[in-house]
T-cell receptor, first 110, second 114 residues
Framework: QKEVEQNSGPLSVPEGAIASLNCTYS??????FFWYRQYSGKSPELIMS????GDKEDGRFTAQLNKASQYVSLLIRDSQPSDSATYLC??????????FGQGTTLQVKP | GAGVSQTPSNKVTEKGKYVELRCDPI?????LYWYRQSLGQGPEFLIY????????DSGLPNDRFFAVRPEGSVSTLKIQRTERGDSAVYLC????????????FGPGTRLTVL
């Protein structure tokens, strides 16, 4: 079992729809959770961090964390073609390193 | 302010050669991380520095890989006797302190070993 799992996709949504990206993790001691966006040929860009159970909203993005289910998700409202990218889920335990999933490719079609 | 910078942006070398990759973190960030990313995969942790010392080097694949951060700022990742399997994008990230903080990535160095 991988430590952090994501569906590789592609996830295709029409412009203006809600995109829902999901991630599960295996280490119950994980404390910090992050979503990065990565455009093709570029490096990961941090878009959301979440540390406690529940929802965290930032503009069109909402991160959701459920530690009991070891599940974290990212919702993108009013999806735009410019949101088309790979979204990486990353989990940090009690050490400094991040453990990444393989990423989910999102395609937003005009 | 300036973000994380990495040099070179691209490096092509021959099998068996030695390479050095450099990372300059965000000013004031005490923690620095190296990851590598292969096509279609998420970044894979290599090593983490807190100040000048390596706090966790558990991700270094073998003893051909070594990293230093002598003054607690710039870091150099060194790869000896390069192999074709070392070809990847090497990413550097920094954070303000360490354990809980958000990490910000540099643009990466694409290493190609022929």
């Amino acid at each position: 079992q991988k430590e952090v799992e994501q569906n590789s996709g592609p996830l295709s949504v029409p412009e203006g729809a809600i995109a829902s990206l999901n991630c599960t993790y295996s280490d119950r001691g994980s404390q910090s959770f992050f979503w990065y966006r990565q455009y093709s040929g570029k490096s990961p860009e941090l878009i959301m961090s979440i540390y406690s159970n529940g929802d965290k909203e930032d503009g069109r993005f909402t991160a959701q964390l459920n530690k009991a289910s070891q599940y974290v998700s990212l919702l993108i409202r009013d999806s735009q073609p410019s949101d088309s990218a790979t979204y990486l889920c990353a989990v940090k335990g009690n050490t400094g390193k991040l453990i990444f999933g393989q990423g989910t490719t999102l395609q937003v079609k005009p | 302010g300036a973000g994380v910078s990495q040099t070179p942006s691209n490096k092509v070398t021959e099998k068996g050669k030695y390479v050095e990759l450099r990372c300059d973190p965000i000013s004031g960030h005490t923690a620095l991380y190296w990851y590598r990313q292969s096509l279609g995969q998420g970044p894979e942790f290599l090593i983490y520095f807190q100040g000048t010392g390596a706090a966790d080097d558990s991700g270094l694949p073998n003893d051909r890989f070594f990293a230093v951060r002598p003054e607690g700022s710039v870091s150099t990742l060194k790869i000896q006797r390069t192999e074709r399997g070392d070809s990847a994008v090497y990413l550097c990230a920094s954070s303000y302190s360490g354990r809980g903080d958000e990490q910000f990535f540099g643009p990466g160095t694409r290493l190609t070993v022929l």
